[in-house]
């Protein structure tokens, strides 16, 4: 926790590297990696390519970065891409989808963030004239917006059925797909078996400073390679962000229980407050979204009383306030959270 005792659950972005994280940026061995002479890089991605069960990866400099890269390396301009209608991608990624990669986003809602496969089976339309052609169909695992839900391994299975059935690439944004395989106590690689390629950020939840990872065929991977130096995000010695990768992937992974655990605490207390509306079902990994329209304040006031009482939270959408656990939130600050929440619904009672 930074100074001042601010709890700050606005996301698991806001993390700061640890000691060991600093030593290994300090002690890195780099090079040159647009040559490919990075070792710590090469290390990294050859560890990542491993971890996931796949024949490659590629370190970029964002989730949002990786996204827009692998939809270039999916398909060609003017082809349609499934994704789910809460999906970072379609809502975070300033229409990246569209601007840079030239693609029509066909979005699908779902329950849970978890697409049926007959609604993608549905949005897959016949060869027409009329119609773009659809390349790719686009997970995302834990799902954001709903609140960092599992898409299951079985489930992945299911669309992956219907992408092959109509010839088309699966792809998942897995930012945080660490916090799915440490939920389900499974590992991560059965989450990628069913998908061509995906994508893990180091940035969340993992407590590096900056980094996400592409990952998937050697193909993929050396098209990824030159879409990133299109986009700019060809890297010199980007050893310096590869050796905390290291460290988190050897060290930080095991730990994501822990955020898990002060989420559920977090809102199973939340649930017993007046005014507040939580769907304890979605709260499966780190994140914690509950709807405070019972309270009769607006987001900017709920927002701004729970900062003067030493809190951060974000609103995803109006009435809808989102909590992130992470390293460096320990029980004692979820309990000061709960009760900061608890004096806000009292004293807006008693007005
Ligand atoms: N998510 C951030 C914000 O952009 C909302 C957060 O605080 O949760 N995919 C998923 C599922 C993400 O949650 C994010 C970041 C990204 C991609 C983009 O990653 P970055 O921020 O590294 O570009």
Redesign the pocket.
Known sequence: MPAKEIIDL????VTLPTEEMLDAIRHAELGDDVFGEDPTVNRLEKLAAERMGKEAALLVT????A?LISLMSNTKRGELVILEAES??YW??VGGISMIAGLLPWPVKSRLGALDPEDVEAAIRPQNIHFPKPALICI?NT??RHGGTIITPDQIRAISGVALAHGLKLYM?G??IFNAAVALKVDVKKFTKHVDNLMF?L??SLCCPVG?LLVGTSEFIEKSRKFRKALGGGMRQAGIIAAPGIVALERMIDRLEEDHRNARHLAEGIAKIEGIQIDLSCVQTNIVCFDISGLGASDDLFLSTLKQKGILALTVAKNKVRM?THKGVEKEHVEKSIAAIESISNELHLN
Do not use: F, I, L
């Not at 606005?10 to 972005?13: E, G, L, V, W």
């Not at 964002?62 to 970065?65: D, E, R, V």
């Open positions: 606005r996301s698991d972005t964002s989730g949002t970065q996204n970072h991608m975070y990624e995302e799902h954001n944004d930012a945080r950020c940035s969340k996400s992130v």
